[in-house]
């Protein structure tokens, strides 16, 4: 096995025993990309002379005695979380020599814990997309058919993770963004609920959708990296005061006895059959395992989509309305006027998903339209909250496919912005109800594309999540195989 295969856990016991250095893991990851990245395309920046720094700095205090969970892990960040002097593009040109002057509070603890920084992976620009084609930078792409979209907008994470191009990484999820990336590329990602982890640093979207979560190789992995991330922060006034668990510590306590709620809104007409026969098997192997499942209803999922892209797109009309020109970022250096360097840079600086649905935010949030768009969707929303709150009465977590199909071909979806919204059916109301939920492996197309189960909780209830994808990775072999690249 070559060390960039190997998982956090591993990688932690060989670093705590001095088998290996974080430089020659580091080496490893970085000899990698250098191997796969030209046909992979998951960074968007690359720091190999600073990674190499600090991994150096991590053996110096591994040679003290001190080492973490995370000390000398090489891994990758998407590019909308602050970081430090290092540029932070969110993949749009508007953005394209942005270097924050702070650290994102993610990445603070990250960087507390010792972790090696390979690079900021590309992902859709401002998180708008869920194929990461609408990036401004790159394509990236699906490590497991090169020819396939990787997910989005999280796909830079996702790739890397799969392709060892790093051993985890940081993505966001807004509306699937973690999950949805992690289930095409056969790897773990975890949507906490909303206010666990901090978004002071986070750039902004749809701020009460936003949240941060980890992509790992494995179950174990995201519940160490959780026990890192969560926590509260003044500094985010979302953010909730509440004690966070270890997480590692319950991950073998098995599901017998869970009861698991199967919703019948989830598996559609149109749905591809092998997605459908995937995650029924892995409902019947979790039964085995010990749980209960049970069919439940969540009735206002079929508004989901209608909401989410009437509230996430007012949000980012408000959000992304700070990009002018004015104080930092691209500006078009023709204009004659303060109208016309508006208009040039921001028709210049963002691509056509982001102007439409800055346009369509602003429509939604415009005298006149307020009330018939705007307040019917936040009212909507709370159904669908206590859809979700009804059915945890019932259960104790729900399990759902993370996307309607197998990751699709590039270029399929990307003239056709409806048929791209709906392959985040399954993701987005998790997000409308500040829910967590996690993606995990659980089959694999007859192509060969993996195929992602979900595990939804009630709020605060990752344990319970982790607990029981634990378990099933355990139970399976999905999780153990490797892209062919």
Known sequence: MELYELTITQAHEKLKTKAISSLELTRSVLSRIEQVESKVGAYITLIPELALERAGQADQEISRGRIGPLTGIPMGVKDL??????????????????????????????????????????????????????????NTRNPWNLENIPGGSSGGSAAAVAAGECLAAIGSDTGGSVRQPASHCGVVGMKPTYGRVSRFGLVAYASSLDQIGP?????????????????????????????????????????????????????????????????????????????????????????????????????????????????????????????????????????????RRIMLGTYVLSAGYYDAYYRKASQVRTLIHQDFQEAFRTCDLIITPVAPTPAFRLGEK????????????????????????????????????PIGLQILGNHFEEKKILQAAYAYEQATDHHLRRPPL
Do not use: W
């Open 81 to 138: 979380i602050s970081t430090r002097g290092i540029k932070t593009t969110c993949a749009s040109r508007i953005l394209d020599n942005y270097r924050p002057p702070f650290d994102a509070t993610v990445m603070s603890r990250l960087n507390e814990e010792g972790i090696v920084l390979i690079g900021k992976t590309n992902m859709d620009e401002f998180a708008m997309g869920s194929s990461t084609e609408n990036s401004a930078i790159k």
């Open 414 to 449: 990307v003239s056709d912005p409806l048929q791209m919204y709906l392959t985040d059916i399954f993701t987005i109301s998790a997000n409308l109800a500040g829910i967590p939920g996690l993606s995990l492996p659980c089959g694999f197309s007859g192509q060969g594309l």
């Open 215 to 355: 992509i790992t190789k494995e179950v174990s992995d995201c519940a160490l990296l959780m026990n890192l991330i969560c926590g509260y922060d003044p500094r985010d006034s979302t953010s909730v005061p509440r004690e966070v668990p270890d997480y590692t510590h319950h991950l073998a306590q098995g599901v017998k006895g869970l009861t698991l709620g199967i919703p019948k809104e989830y598996f559609v007409a149109g749905m591809d059959l092998e997605v459908e026969e995937a995650v029924r098997k892995a409902v019947t192997r979790l039964t085995d395992l010990g749980a209960v499942c049970r069919e439940i209803s969540l009735p206002h999922t079929e508004y989901a989509i209608a909401v989410y892209y009437i509230i996430a797109m007012a949000e980012a009309s408000s959000n992304l309305a700070r990009y002018d020109g004015v104080k930092y970022g691209f500006r078009d250096p023709d204009a004659h006027s303060l109208m016309e360097m508006y208009q040039k840079t921001r028709t210049q600086g963002f691509g056509r998903e982001v102007i």
